[in-house]
Each structure stands twice: as C-alpha cells, then as structure tokens.
C-alpha cells in the first residue's frame, strides 16, 4: 500500500478575473488606455481578456504582451500568469527558464501557487534538475500560507525522507491540514498512516473515516482500502455488500488489486452469494493487469463454470473492454 501519492501536475488555473476590466467587457477602450498608460490592473486585465477573447478577440499573443509589461512593473498575479503561459507553451514558445525565473519573482512577493508549482518543479525535474531540497523549501512556503496541494506534498516528502529527514509525525500534521481542507490525496494518505501507525497511533476506526471522505471524491485507492476494511470487518462492521461496492468502484478505475480481491469475494460464498460469472470476469481483468495469482485462480473457476457461464463471462468482458479504453 502507496502512503504517498505525490501529485504530478502543476497548477494549470490562471488567476482569478477580479480586475474591474475584465467584468466589464463593453468598457474594452477604457481598459486599453488605462493599460497603454501604464496601469497594471488594466495591463494584467487586458491580457486575461485576450486569452479567453471577452469583450476583444481572442489572442493569446497579445495576452502574453499585456502580461509582460505588467510583471516588468512587479505585478505579482501577472508574473505567476506569465510563468503558467511559458511553462505550457500558451501564446508562446514553451521556455521552463523563462517560466522558472516569472514563478520565482511571484513566489518572492508571496503567491502561494507560485511557490507550489516550483515545488512540483524541483521535486520531478520538470523543466529543472531535480532538487527535493528546494522542492521542500518552496512546497514549505506555500503549505504555510494554506496551500492544501503543497500541504499534501509536503507531506509526502516527510514519508519519503526526499530533502528532509523522514519524519511520519510531521507527515501527519501536514497530511491533515490538507485533508482539513477537502484534499483527497491527503485524506487517503492520512487514512493510510492510521492504518500502519506512521506519525500517529494505528487506529481502523480513524483510518475509515479518512477514507470515506477521499472516496467521496472518487480517490480510487481510498475506495480499494475502504472495501477491504468492510471485507475484513477492521474499523467498520464487516459487509460483503459494502465490499463489494467499494472493490467495484475501485476495479472500474483500474485498480488491480481491487479486481482481484472482487473476483475473489464473487466466488466465495454459499450457492445464494457466489457469482461465477462476475467472479471469472474480474479475476480475468486482474490477469490482464499483470495479477499472476489471478490467471491460476481464474482459471480453477473456469472448471467450475457451465459452457453458458463462460460465454456470458466473455461478453461482459467485451463489454468491459468496450466502456473502459
């Protein structure tokens, strides 16, 4: 079991349009003029309303010309846009030194995505060579300002021990604030330090709740671990049927282990519970990802099965392979 999903993308979302030029699209003139003068709220404005074309044309060029002369003059919220468009390649050729050197100017006035986007940077080499050192320091700055993304990244850097000591408590307490916050990374991964007592006492009970919360927000492992606390009866009363909810909902994201274990619970079972056919065709998808004790037990069910059972299992398998490309 992963006890830390570090998560991959940076934060794609722009700022937020708030500059009274933007919400009033019929007044453009008066937004370029305010702008042509110098006026950075207008500038930075004017270069939203270029790159989603309101009230003008949409012209990501012409965005990225009205963001520049807005960061020069130290706009912070133009110089994290103009990061994000360098770092894409939006309106511009893709360039990570220029979108490096605009994050950091941002992130020393403060932005808090700015800070968390260098700290996905340095923490896989996006762009950068890989520095977990400087990955910390820059995820520590934006989790203190209440970033929940950084939050849960730094966090995972505390379970791995990745440029700073392991350190499961610290873990813990930053897994938490994010969770606190509606993270669902952060909320299967504190489930998780409950269930193996990392940073915290082991406790079943705590580790469900967590995962309730994540698998409301669809966390594919925290809907494979919730099913098999239901499976097992540890923090909750056991239920097949709560199992089998969970497993389902984590097999249909792809999880092999929870198309393994659902195989399995299909087959167990009295005449009234047990169903061959659901059973051979979850063992078969856990086959295909790679599950070796998954084609031996599969294949004994298999000898168990009527002619018409294996074929109604190999439909649905078609089907399967139909709705999940």
Not at 5 to 26: G, H, M, Q, V
Not at 248 to 265: C, H, I, N, P, T
Request: net charge positive; hydrophobic share 40%.
């Amino acid at each position: 079991m992963r006890t830390a999903l570090l998560i991959l993308s940076l934060l794609l979302a722009f700022n937020t349009y708030a500059d009274s030029c933007f919400n009033k699209p019929a007044a453009v003139n008066d937004c370029i003029n305010s702008a042509i003068q110098g006026d950075v709220k207008a500038q930075h404005s004017l270069g939203n309303m270029y790159l989603i074309g309101r009230g003008v044309a949409k012209n990501r060029q012409k965005a990225i010309e009205w963001y520049i002369k807005a960061a020069e003059q130290g706009y912070v919220n133009a110089q994290y846009d103009l990061a994000v468009m360098y770092d894409f390649g939006r309106g511009v050729g893709k360039d990570h030194e220029q979108a490096i050197g605009w994050y950091k100017k941002a992130a020393d006035q403060g932005s808090a995505k700015a800070q968390y986007n260098l700290g996905v940077i340095y923490d896989f080499g996006y762009g950068a060579a890989q520095d977990r050192t400087q990955a910390f320091d820059w995820y520590k700055q934006a989790a203190e300002q209440g970033n929940a993304n950084a939050q849960h990244n730094l966090g995972s850097l505390y379970v791995n021990g990745y440029g700073v000591a392991m350190d499961y408590e610290k873990a813990v307490k930053w897994f938490r604030k994010a969770a606190k916050q509606g993270d669902g990374d952060a909320q299967y991964n504190l489930g998780s330090m409950h269930i193996m007592g990392r940073g915290v006492e082991k406790d079943y009970k705590q580790a469900s709740e967590w995962y309730k919360k994540s698998v409301e927000q669809g966390n594919a492992k925290a809907q494979y671990n919730l099913g098999r606390l239901y499976d097992i009866g540890a923090g909750v009363a056991k239920s097949r049927e709560h199992a089998v909810k969970w497993y389902r909902m984590s097999a249909e994201q792809g999880v092999v282990k929870a198309q393994y274990d659902l195989g399995k619970l299909y087959i167990q079972g009295d005449e009234t519970s047990r169903d061959l056919v659901q059973g051979h065709l979850f063992l078969n998808l856990a086959v295909i990802g790679g599950n070796t004790q998954a084609r031996a037990d599969r294949n004994v069910v298999a000898k168990q099965m009527t002619d018409t059972q294996i074929e109604k299992a190999k439909k649905l398998m078609n089907e399967w392979v139909k709705n999940h490309p």
